[in-house]
């Protein structure tokens, strides 16, 4: 399993609804993330859709995008930092 955690400002005040989700995301194996589909149903990501008063921090969106564009090595080199 992957190690990673959510202490730290950026997580500070930051429900357990919206880890759960970031957490969901975060599956080592892809066959356990959900799909998009299934993420766009997770009911942390609903209910903020519907309250218009998004929680999740911008950067740390463009932080899981930059992420997301590594290949395999960097992600294995920075999962090692």
Do not use: C
């Not at 998009?36 to 149903?41: F, L, Q, R």
């Amino acid at each position: 399993s992957g190690d990673y955690s959510f202490s730290g400002p950026r997580w500070t005040g930051k429900s357990s609804a919206a880890k759960d989700f970031v957490k969901s995301l975060l599956q080592v194996d892809p066959n356990k993330r959900p799909t998009p589909a299934g993420a766009m149903k997770h009911p942390w990501l609903v209910a903020e859709t519907n309250s218009g008063d998004p929680e999740i921090d911008i950067a740390l969106l463009k932080g899981m995008r930059d992420f997301s564009r590594l290949n395999h090595i960097k992600r294995a080199a920075l999962g090692v930092i």
